[in-house]
T-cell receptor, first 111, second 115 residues
């Protein structure tokens, strides 16, 4: 199964943009890229997903490399509430319906 | 709002006990999942169910079984708990692929300690 690689941790100052990278060099053509985040003492929550094109929603933006071997989650203005573990996940479109979770990036936001 | 609830936030059981973890969702989702989360290993899929009485093994099904008798409820069963099953257990639900959405909704988790 395709895997994702993320830095273990990152820091950002409050109100500044944050770019969270993810490598997925073995991604297949039908794998969707999903991002979830897990706030302390909670289950993961959906952030954004995409296939080939960059995506924007109210929470974040997702930039996908042209070769799809990497992607970047962009938080435009980090707040203290954004401190969480961010997971970059591949989801296979056909066959077994499952997510492949990596170990995630712990984001620390400094006031 | 979608709500996924799990029967306990914390649970302590003894080795060899039979353990039931219950999960209930209130959004009529067809798919339900059980994961375990361990430090350094992330989330790993144990089992998932795409319909009542239907189930498929995930990546680490050994030592676990599941039951889905009603659409809203998905139970994880540890037939004989062992210390290596001490972990955080997370339940999730989602609509099926053909409905065009991909978001999984997670419960708050059950931290199980087996002594």
């Amino acid at each position: 199964d395709a895997k994702t690689t993320q830095p273990n941790s990152m820091e950002s100052n409050e109100e500044e943009p944050v770019h969270l990278p993810c490598n997925h060099s073995t991604i297949s053509g039908t794998d969707y890229i999903h991002w979830y985040r897990q706030l302390p003492s909670q289950g993961p929550e959906y952030v954004i997903h995409g296939l080939t094109s960059n995506v924007n929603n109210r929470m974040a933006s997702l930039a996908i490399a042209e070769d799809r071997k990497s992607s970047t989650l962009i938080l435009h203005r980090a707040t203290l509430r954004d401190a969480a573990v961010y997971y970059c996940i591949l989801r296979r479109l056909t066959g077994t319906y499952k997510y492949i979770f990596g170990t995630g990036t712990r984001l620390k936001v400094l006031a | 709002d979608v709500k996924v609830t799990q029967s306990s936030r914390y649970l302590v059981k003894r080795t060899g006990e039979k353990v039931f973890l219950e999960c209930v969702q209130d959004m009529d989702h067809e798919n339900m999942f059980w994961y375990r989360q361990d430090p350094g290993l992330g989330l790993r899929l144990i089992y998932f169910s795409y319909d009542v009485k239907m189930k498929e093994k995930g990546d680490i099904p050994e030592g676990y079984s599941v039951s889905r008798e009603k659409k809203e409820r998905f139970s994880l069963i540890l037939e004989s708990a062992s210390t290596n099953q001490t972990s955080m257990y997370l339940c999730a639900s989602s609509l099926p692929i053909y409905r065009g959405t991909y978001e999984q909704y997670f419960g708050p988790g059950t931290r199980l300690t087996v002594t």
